[in-house]
């Protein structure tokens, strides 16, 4: 059975900080794309920052420069640090993953509330 388990959401005033983490069981991990998505309320669910197998990493142009995606493959965990948080931040975030070749497989975390607000 597949489970990626987002934890690390909250609130935070704008300008501050957050670490999420996915923990990733039921996949061979190392051989998965890991990445994390967002949806805000009345929006379309958006593709944040992934990270391949190979560690080759990719970010929406908002996030560059103050999001950083990294995976620790001896803990099957998949981390989103989050810094000068904005309140355009706040959404639900999505942990994913999916297979880097065929056949595609994907899998979703249930998500976590992030809270930018003052």
């Known amino acids: 059975q597949v489970q990626l388990v987002e934890s690390g959401g909250g609130w935070v005033q704008p300008g501050g900080s957050l670490r999420l983490s996915c923990a990733a069981s039921g996949i061979t991990f190392a051989r998965y794309t890991m990445g994390w998505y967002r949806q805000a309320p009345g929006k379309q669910r958006e593709l944040v920052a992934t990270?391949?197998?190979?560690?080759?990493?990719n970010y929406v142009n908002a996030v560059k420069g103050r999001f950083t995606i990294s995976r620790d493959f001896a803990k099957n965990t998949v981390y989103l640090q989050m810094n000068s948080l904005k309140p355009e931040d706040m959404a639900v975030y999505y942990c994913?993953?999916?297979?880097?070749?065929?056949?595609?497989?994907?899998?979703w975390g249930q998500g976590t509330q992030v809270t930018v607000s003052s």
């Open positions: 990270i391949s197998s190979a560690s080759g990493r």
């Open positions: 994913n993953s999916h297979t880097e070749g065929l056949p595609y497989v994907a899998y």
